[in-house]
């Protein structure tokens, strides 16, 4: 936890908290790094109670941890995740937007280009077609990025200011669809 918040991320799960007189609690927290003129200036925290289930999971998740049980796993940001070996199993947890589409549409071409290349001879038609799709798959992709991807970067990061206490400088976006309207609500 303190890792990831030093470096400047949020950290979101269940914990143990300590009270003064010795005893614990157990709480969902959403914690912040605090930055003042770009530097990490402390953290804030806001804990919600939880249920006897996530209670549990979480017990026997740090119990698991400090007996050197969870092998090839480990927490990040707050999520478990698959380390070593195993860490492509959790690609779909930590891999970024503008990869995730970059990757669909990648693996939407490859298979167009197998099942063409499967039921159909290579003819110079074919070739153009499949030369026309790759490169409409790029743009595709790009624009997927440029439109949807990079303005929910620009909101996630409006997001972290605004909850360090830096939502001095709002940016807006001119649109009226969800990634506009998610903007307005953060801002």
Known sequence: ???????GKLWTAVVKNRRKNGDYYWVKTGSTPLMKDGELAG?????????????????????????????????????????????FLSIGKVIPLRWRIRSYLSILFLFTLAALFITTPITPPLTVFL?????????ASEFLVRHIAAPLEKILSQAINSASGQADKHFQLNRVDEVGMLLRAVN
């Open 131 to 139: 030369l026309s799709f790759f490169f409409a798959t790029l743009l």
């Open 1 to 7: 936890m303190w890792r990831t918040l030093k470096a």
């Open 43 to 87: 953290f804030m925290s806001v804990r919600t109670p939880v249920g006897q289930e996530d209670i549990q999971q979480a017990s026997a998740l740090y119990r698991d941890m400090n007996e050197g049980k969870l092998t090839h796993r480990t927490l990040y940001q707050g999520i478990l995740i698959f380390t070593g070996p195993l860490k």
